[in-house]
């Protein structure tokens, strides 16, 4: 197998190779890395719950479930979940799954088929861009956020197809910028077209949905994916759409079917962190605001990206930051095109713990 040692030498030629840094901490603000404690700006436990644990929901449910949700393994708990979820997203059902990737994957190629038509934004998830790719509908990328290209493709190409998708991120991962939801909300009424968002980065963070942002409600021909794994600090994704929606995607849906359920103990603890979101989505806000003020970096999420030029100019930056004390690594191909540092900021932060983040920025910035 020398060529597989081959290609990781061509990687870390390139500056692409990628390695595992291990925590000896609970995820938070602050972090131990080797030894050594960080301030964290790199997570998507963007209310610092991830940390929270409460006994009794291992105490009353135990770890394991045991089962898929078809065979032994839908508890009580599960459903909880899914019609308090579906209460906040304003649709009729939800759906738990596994993860936001399984959800994603699970999703689409199950809705779309031959003969059908998805449209897909180009800065899309790797997961969304994975469900697409597993689907055997026809597939169009769009350039970023570009609904003028959208339309056109649609007027041109929408009646050859029997069903057609709109697929996108409401907040972009590696960008933090939002999608244009008010027209991709206007084209899926115009051309009949089903619109699914992925709502990883804005539940929680813009609001319990990031169509409240734009005072849009989900119809019956609106699919909302979001994410526990992020603002919600635990784990597992969910489907938020019709009954009938749900109903498809238990009888059709081989990434819900297929695999184990949710852990109880993670789905009660996600209730309780629901609790706690609308205070610490409020500071969230106020630091959200501050560090645009303080940096002029244009971001409408909790990501805030600093572009540079290369790969090796970001891995340099982030070891820079890395040896004072901060924890924001390099994104860089094929994860993105241009490479850059995402910083992340929580409800956790201080003022002063960003201003100190962007002083030593300031002070490593080549040129
Ligand atoms: C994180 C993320 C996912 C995947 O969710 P997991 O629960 O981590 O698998 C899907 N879509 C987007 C936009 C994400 O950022």
Not at 172 to 185: H, Q, R
Request: charged letters at 25%; aromatic letters at 8%; proline letters at 4%.
């Amino acid at each position: 197998m020398d060529w597989i040692e081959e290609e990781l030498r061509k990687l870390r030629e390139m500056g692409l190779y990628r390695e595992l840094r291990s925590l000896s901490t609970p995820q938070g603000k602050k972090i131990v890395v080797n030894g050594r404690e960080f301030l964290n700006f790199s997570s998507n436990d963007y209310l610092g719950l991830a940390k929270n644990y409460s006994c009794e929901c291992f105490k009353q449910w135990g770890a394991g479930s045991g089962a898929s949700r078809l065979v032994c393994g839908n508890f009580k708990i599960h459903e909880k979940l899914e019609n308090r979820l579906a209460e906040l997203k304003k649709t009729e059902s939800s759906l738990l799954f596994s993860s936001g990737y399984m959800a994603n994957v699970g999703v689409i190629s199950t809705l779309a088929k031959e003969g059908d038509l998805i449209l897909s934004d180009e800065l899309n998830h790797a997961s969304l861009i994975d469900g697409c790719r597993l689907s055997k509908a026809r597939k169009i990328v769009y350039p970023h956020c570009d609904t003028e290209t959208l339309e056109l493709i649609l007027s041109k190409e929408r009646k050859k197809h029997r069903h057609c998708f709109i697929v996108t991120d409401t907040v972009f991962s590696m960008d933090g910028d939002i999608a244009p939801l008010e027209k991709l909300f206007r084209l899926k009424d115009e051309y009949d077209a089903v619109l699914i968002l992925d709502d990883a980065h804005g539940t929680g963070v813009i609001g319990w949905s990031t169509l409240d942002l734009f005072g849009l409600k989900p119809d019956e021909k609106t699919i909302i994916i979001g994410t526990l794994g992020k603002a919600l600090g635990t784990f597992g994704a969910f489907v938020c759409g019709t009954n009938t929606l749900s109903e498809y995607l238990i009888n059709r849906c081989r990434t819900f079917i297929f695999t184990t359920s949710l852990p109880p103990a993670i789905v009660c603890q996600t209730l309780k962190n629901i609790e706690k979101v609308p205070e610490k989505m409020k500071r969230l806000q106020k630091n959200i605001n501050f560090f645009k003020e303080l940096t002029g970096i244009s971001s409408q999420s909790a990501i805030f990206p600093l572009l540079v030029e290369t790969p090796e100019e970001a891995v340099k930056l982030s070891q820079k930051l890395y040896q004072n004390g901060f924890f924001v690594p390099a994104i860089r191909p094929p994860t993105v095109k241009q490479s850059r540092l995402r910083i992340t900021l929580t409800s956790e932060h201080t003022e002063e713990e960003m201003k100190l983040l962007w002083n030593t920025i300031k002070n490593h910035l080549p040129g």
